[in-house]
């Protein structure tokens, strides 16, 4: 059930230890002191991010303080409720567990892929378009294989590394 606060949820809120205001609203399953820490090292690049480096460098960390009381309202209520009392917040979505995407900005994506792939613009990525390794060795399809990402794997280089792994022996 998208952006409902299931049970075993647990609203909260990550505070500015200079002013005490807060910053973040924020949705977790687990305990609040392991959510601080994954916010701590998340290596993305967003408004919530660098204002969490902002804090680091200046010797400080956020305060995370769960929100009671809240009776099943979701991350996009606390959210606007934030908003629209003057918290100045770094949400960059209006929250829920997977931050869905508003129907009009993916139809216009997809709809401009389209029109790319019609007129021939649209480009693979890079990666997809070579037609061997960085070690030299062809993208056969005997000699390709993805892993759980999608990525394309060159068989002849995965197993040499595997031989190299298992054949070292220690120095005596």
């Given at each position: 059930m998208p952006g409902s606060n299931l049970p075993g949820m647990t609203m909260y809120v990550l505070l500015?230890?200079?002013d005490y205001s807060i910053r973040y609203v924020g949705e977790t399953r687990i305990s609040l002191s392991n959510r601080l820490s994954s916010h701590m090292h998340d290596p993305r690049d967003n408004a919530r991010t660098r204002w969490i480096r902002e804090l680091t460098v200046r010797g400080n960390r956020p305060i995370i303080q769960p929100i009671h009381g809240t009776d099943g309202e979701t991350e996009e209520y606390w959210i606007s409720w934030f908003r629209d009392a003057g918290c100045d917040l770094v949400n960059t979505l209006g929250g829920g567990p997977h931050h869905v995407q508003p129907r009009e900005l993916?139809?216009?994506?997809?709809?401009?892929?389209?029109?790319?792939?019609?007129d021939g613009t649209f480009k693979r990525r890079p990666r997809e378009t070579k037609s061997a390794c960085r070690n030299g060795h062809e993208w056969t399809e005997e000699n390709t294989y993805r892993n759980g990402k999608g990525q394309r794997i060159c068989?002849?280089?995965?197993?040499?590394r595997q031989r190299a792994r298992f054949d070292w022996k220690p120095k005596p």
């Open positions: 500015d230890p200079r993916v139809e216009r994506r997809v709809a401009a892929i389209a029109a790319k792939r019609a068989r002849t280089c995965n197993r040499e």
